[in-house]
């Protein structure tokens, strides 16, 4: 996994909840500055939390913006399954604990989803090293079903344009992919989500 951090690009805008937080974070919002105007927003689901805040980006957030902006949109807000923050060694630690979500990560999740009309979802998979796999199945499915009464109200449901062998659980992650890939339609209506 690439650690490296950057100064965010001049030209952007970014809001971190919670501000300044090095355990949890529930959404990163980067978007136009100084009064540009939003062409077009997405919301995007990964896994968990980078160390992304307010002050820097990251590798992931970097790839992440030049795929949007291929695709037209220039306000992304993240949001993930988990919010605990770290790589997947420590996101096993607080699964271990049951702390990978507190008691308002659902809340702040569904809040974002309703307020967009586009959703890309991109937590990738499955996850080797993650070791409570029924955890990381559970959530995703849970997630689906919440994006499944979305979609049925009208809302686009995205995911990158790549062909995986992983499984419909597992949509890419935008980690080491091209800027010019395209989104397509996640077709979550095909998976089964029963418990």
């Not at 951090?5 to 971190?16: L, M, S, T």
């Not at 070791?131 to 449901?157: A, C, F, H, N, V």
Request: aromatic share 8%.
């Amino acid at each position: 996994m690439n650690n490296r951090r950057y100064k965010w690009p001049g030209n952007i805008e970014v809001k971190c909840d919670p501000r300044r937080d090095i355990y949890r974070r529930y959404v990163l919002k980067i978007f136009p500055k100084d009064g540009n105007v939003v062409k077009k927003e997405i919301l995007v689901i990964m896994l968990n939390p980078s160390d992304a805040d307010n002050d820097w980006s990251d590798h992931t957030c970097k790839v992440l913006m030049k795929i949007c902006k291929c695709n037209g949109y220039n306000s992304i807000t993240i949001c993930n399954l988990f919010s605990s923050r770290g790589q997947v060694e420590k996101l096993n630690e607080f699964m271990e604990n049951d702390k990978a979500n507190d008691e308002i990560s659902d809340k702040k999740l569904e809040e974002q989803i309703d307020k967009f009309d586009e959703v890309l979802c991109a937590w990738g998979g499955p996850h080797n090293k993650i070791r409570y796999k029924k955890i990381l199945i559970d959530r995703i499915k849970k997630i689906l079903k919440i994006l499944k009464s979305q979609k049925l109200r009208g809302k686009k449901i995205l995911k990158l344009k790549i062909d995986k062998k992983s499984g419909k659980l597992y949509p890419s992650h935008p980690q080491g992919k091209h800027a010019n890939i395209e989104f397509k339609p996640y077709c979550i209506e095909d998976i089964n989500i029963s418990e």
